[in-house]
């Protein structure tokens, strides 16, 4: 079945440290893939997204590139900051459940100052 | 305010008691959903709705019911809660079209429910 697997937290790092929180995925067909993201008390929000094989996307400094001979889609950023703090969320979506987006059990990030 | 709203936001209830999770909308979409969170299990879809008159089971609709009073009104309810329905419960609302385009879903801040 079609899945993603994320990579156990919490991450803990401290400020300006280089983060990689990785995912993986299984998918019967091409999914698009995501990144949202969770802040304490809060719902989840994009953050990033790519829709083929190779593309990169990006947003606040984050990354994460499409990568179909490895199934993965790994969140990146240079140097964190205590306002990363949050749970991160990899996601897939394939054209046959227009409706749904399967995500993964999701990562916690603390940066401490 | 918050394009998505959901209230209560922390509930505390009683086994065998019916609960009613409330969510309402701004921004015109015609999609709606709701989905559980739970620690280390990351967001299940309980049930979805395209419109009004179109409303489907997600992949743990059992022990709940939905219902969509109007474009921007979306209910969950708990017949008869359990405990294991404790849980973080997501509003969320999209375009319409796939997610490859608009590429997003919007949520609510969430409703904290506790089962005892």
């Known amino acids: 079945g079609n899945s993603v697997t994320q990579m156990e937290g919490p991450v803990t790092l401290s400020e300006e440290a280089f983060l990689t929180i990785n995912c993986t995925y299984t998918?019967?067909?091409?999914?698009?893939l995501f990144w949202y993201v969770q802040y304490p008390g809060e719902g989840l929000q994009l953050l990033l997204k790519?829709?083929?094989?190779?593309d990169k996307g990006s947003n606040k400094g984050f990354e994460a590139t499409y990568r179909k001979e490895t199934t993965s889609f790994h969140l990146e950023k240079g140097s964190v900051q205590v306002s990363d703090s949050a749970v991160y969320f990899c996601a897939l979506w394939l054209m046959d459940s227009s409706y749904k987006l399967i995500f993964g059990s999701g990562t916690r990030l603390l940066v401490r100052p | 305010d918050a394009d998505v709203t959901q209230t209560p936001r922390n509930r505390i209830t009683k086994t065998g008691k019916r609960i009613m999770l409330e969510c309402s909308q701004t921004?015109?979409?015609?999609?709606m959903y709701w989905y559980r969170q739970d620690p280390g299990l990351g967001l299940q879809l309980i049930y979805y709705s395209f419109d009004v008159k179109d409303i489907n089971k997600g992949e743990i609709s059992d022990g709940y019911s939905v219902s969509r009073q109007a474009q921007a009104k979306f209910s969950l309810s708990l017949e008869s809660a359990i405990p294991n329905q404790t849980a973080l419960y997501f509003c969320?609302?999209?375009?319409?079209?796939?997610?490859?385009?608009?590429?997003?879903?919007?949520f609510g801040e969430g409703s904290r429910l506790t089962v005892l």
């Open positions: 998918a019967t067909g091409y999914p698009s």
């Open positions: 969320a609302t999209s375009e319409t079209g796939d997610f490859a385009n608009t590429g997003e879903l919007f």
């Open positions: 790519a829709t083929k094989a190779d």
């Open positions: 921004k015109g979409h015609d999609r």
